[in-house]
């Protein structure tokens, strides 16, 4: 992705007036040194949201594109965000052509309570071209973030930026070619499970510590991608059933009446850095 994290830029967003209403989205700020200042105002918090199970502190079904919930930060164009339904019901679709955007939500989430991140995904496009140790060739077809309330200014927020990589190995740990503070982790890789939904279950805590060496701080944000402006290709991939729990339940985030059998990604090899 070309993408700007210069200073100013961050500092600008920084500064962005709170709405209450979805804005049109912003441009040039790289999703892996997002403004947690920018994501604060942006998005509202979800204690405004109905008090979820407290075993499971976060869900979100994708039953409908919740503009309070989530709001879309653009890179460099636009992925396009809509509910579309899939095998019977609704699904969060990522179709992007040439673009980027990202779509965030705010929350205040203790990792060491409630550790698991739980998504499905699937991928019916491939982005070609893939190369995530470069900036020319770092897109990807589907990724799900998470920020962390680190110390420093607002462009230095750590990260975790999960991926379906369509190249690199499961297992895979990289520092982001735009930012120290962001961490790729590769949790499904290939192209051997087209248009077939994926279960990931990651648990923030090991992760954390993996990529960053310390136990983590609040998990502040939650952000899904699909980008192709670096490659100048096009992919569509879905996203569902994302939830944060105590315990990995794939049961606990299957809807009604489920798209497909979800395949329970590989878990991850030896994972020390």
Request: hydrophobic content about 35%.
């Amino acid at each position: 992705m070309v993408i700007s994290a210069l200073v100013g830029g961050a500092l600008a967003l920084g500064c962005a007036r709170h709405s209450q209403t979805s804005p049109s989205p912003t441009s040039a700020i790289d999703p892996s040194g997002l403004s947690l200042p920018r994501l604060s105002q942006l998005l509202h918090p979800l204690f405004s949201q109905s008090a979820p199970d407290p075993a499971t502190i976060f869900q979100e079904p994708f039953d409908r594109l919740d503009p309070v919930r989530w709001r879309e930060v653009a890179i460099k164009g636009a992925t396009r965000y809509q509910i579309e339904p899939l095998d019977g019901a609704g699904s969060l679709q990522a179709s992007s052509q040439s673009g980027a955007s990202i779509l965030v939500t705010s929350l205040r989430v203790d990792p060491r309570t409630h550790p698991w991140l739980t998504w499905r995904w699937r991928i019916d496009r491939f982005v070609e071209g893939e190369d995530l140790r470069r900036k020319e060739g770092s897109d990807a077809s589907a990724r799900v973030y998470a920020y962390f309330d680190t110390p420093g200014l607002p462009w230095q927020k750590r990260n975790i930026d999960y991926v379906w990589s369509a190249t690199l190995p499961v297992g895979t740990m990289l520092e982001s070619p735009y930012s120290k503070h962001s961490k790729i982790l590769v949790v499904e890789s290939g192209r051997d499970h087209p248009a077939t939904w994926r279960t990931v279950e990651r648990n923030l805590l090991d992760d954390y510590r993996r990529c960053f060496g310390a136990d983590p701080p609040t998990l502040v944000a939650l952000g899904l991608m699909t980008d192709t402006d670096s490659t100048h290709t096009d992919a569509l991939a879905y996203y569902d059933d994302l939830a944060l729990g105590r315990a990995p339940s794939i049961t606990a985030v299957e809807s009604p009446e489920p798209k497909s059998r979800p395949q329970l990604a590989g878990t991850l090899p030896d994972e020390t850095p």
